[in-house]
C-alpha cells in the first residue's frame, strides 16, 4: 500500500511560481510512476504530468507544456511539480497518483492505483 501526501499548495497571483510536492510512503518509491492531475468542481480531473519509476521518462500535455516542471527525489521519495507562469485557469485541487512500474504517457485516472487528498491551487488575476 502506497500513501501520498501533497503539499505546498496556496493563493498566487497571475505570472507567479509554485513548487507543489508529493511524498510517498508504505512501498519502494522507485518503482513507482509518479503523476499530477488537477480538478476543478464540476469537471473531470485532468492529467497535467508524470514522472516514470526509472526516473527518466517525463511526460506533459499541450496545456502546461513549456510551464510545468516534474522532478522526482529519490532520497526522499518526494516528486515536485514546478509551475511557472500561472494563469487564472490553472486554479484547481492538484492531486497526486501513484502507479507501480507505470507508464509515464498513461494519462487516465484508471490508470492510477494510488492518490492523494490534494493541494489547492489558486491563482488571482
Known amino acids: 500500500q502506497v500513501r501520498l501526501v501533497e503539499s505546498g499548495g496556496g493563493l498566487v497571483q497571475a505570472g507567479d511560481s509554485l513548487r507543489v510536492s508529493c511524498t510517498a510512503s508504505g512501498r519502494a518509491f522507485t518503482s513507482l510512476t509518479v503523476a499530477w492531475f488537477r480538478q476543478t468542481p464540476g469537471k473531470e480531473r485532468e492529467f497535467v504530468a508524470a514522472?516514470?519509476?526509472?526516473?527518466?521518462?517525463?511526460y506533459y500535455p499541450d496545456s502546461v507544456k513549456g510551464r510545468f516542471g516534474i522532478s522526482r527525489e529519490n532520497a526522499k521519495n518526494t516528486v515536485y511539480l514546478q509551475m511557472n507562469s500561472l494563469k487564472p485557469e490553472d486554479t484547481a485541487l492538484y492531486y497526486c497518483a501513484a502507479a507501480l512500474f507505470g507508464r509515464p504517457t498513461a494519462t487516465s485516472i484508471n490508470d492510477y492505483t494510488n492518490w492523494g487528498q490534494g493541494t489547492q491551487v489558486t491563482v488571482s488575476s
Open positions: 514522472v516514470a519509476w526509472g526516473g527518466g521518462a517525463i
